[in-house]
């Protein structure tokens, strides 16, 4: 049987590389965990005879707050104990595998922090360089009303479905301050909660038609009605914000962070190839 790290290691990889549980992997998916984790055990195995591993004081509230975070995924206690069992896992052997970790992201948080430290002129050349990334698409904010068209259900028939939106709309047209109330009362759309509120939406975001529709509109504006596969769509526009191009000032810390993160990383992988020697 795997040992405990190698178990913990591998579900975490499942976790973090693809969304699932270590077992509905496809096997495809599979084997790149494998192959990711091997790779990680033996960096791991490197970093954990380091003396910057020895002189880590590892807290028993961090173990336990990090074995809290993986108990909370589950329902109740028998779920969590019998998918430990399922696993291989016991409690004594998930938490030697959790403070393992620990103290590896311990270690390489202190090589980060020995990383140069970004200077101004260097977030200011980034800037300049790739100025295009800090470009901001068109948005719009939203409102939303659906009527579904369900031949099967009384008041949805087709033709029903248009005279109700229909009806809706013309009432929107005399009293458009009204589009939250009539999305509450008759909006078939989990939005209707929020008085058909969409938020801030970009292009491509909504359904072929009503995306068309949305972007269309001038500020205050009411579409006609939609057609989709779901149904009848009435789309509101409340707020445009046009594409732009952020400042300098706006990006400034964005940059830092990520080049800060950059020069971290390449930190880390140089002391790590250290080890190696």
């Not at 949805?156 to 009204?178: D, G, K, S, V, Y």
């Not at 009435?234 to 940059?255: M, P």
Request: net charge negative; with cysteine; hydrophobic share 45%.
């Amino acid at each position: 049987m795997p040992e405990a790290g190698g178990i913990y290691r591998s579900i975490k990889l499942a976790a973090q590389l693809f969304g699932k549980p270590l077992e509905a992997l496809a096997p495809e998916e599979l084997h790149r965990v494998t192959r990711v984790a091997t790779r990680q055990q033996e960096i791991e195995a490197l970093i954990l005879e380091t003396p910057e591993a020895a002189s880590v004081m590892l807290p028993a509230a961090s173990i336990d707050a990090s074995l809290m975070e993986i108990r909370r995924r589950y329902a109740d206690d028998d779920e969590y104990h019998a998918e430990l069992e399922r696993v291989g896992l016991d409690a004594a052997a998930l938490r030697q595998a959790v403070a393992r970790d620990l103290v590896v992201e311990a270690v390489l948080e202190r090589v980060a922090a020995a990383a140069a430290p970004v200077s101004d002129t260097d977030v200011e050349i980034f800037w300049y360089m790739n100025q295009q990334r800090f470009r901001h698409g068109e948005t719009r904010v939203l409102r939303h009303l659906l009527v579904t068209i369900n031949e099967n259900l009384a008041g949805n028939e087709r033709q029903t479905a248009r005279a109700r939106i229909e009806a809706i709309r013309a009432r929107l047209l005399r009293e458009p301050q009204r589009f939250a109330e009539q999305a509450l009362k008759h909006s078939e759309c989990p939005t209707a909660v929020h008085g058909g509120l969409l938020g801030r939406v970009p292009r491509g975001q909504l359904y072929p038609q009503v995306d068309a529709a949305a972007f269309t509109l001038a500020e205050g504006m009411l579409s006609e009605v939609i057609e989709s596969e779901l149904g009848y769509h009435l789309i509101r526009c409340e707020a445009i914000q046009h594409e732009r191009l952020l400042s300098f000032a706006e990006a400034r810390q964005t940059i830092r962070e990520h080049l800060d993160g950059q020069q971290q990383a390449l930190c880390q992988k140089a002391w790590i190839k250290a080890l190696h020697r």
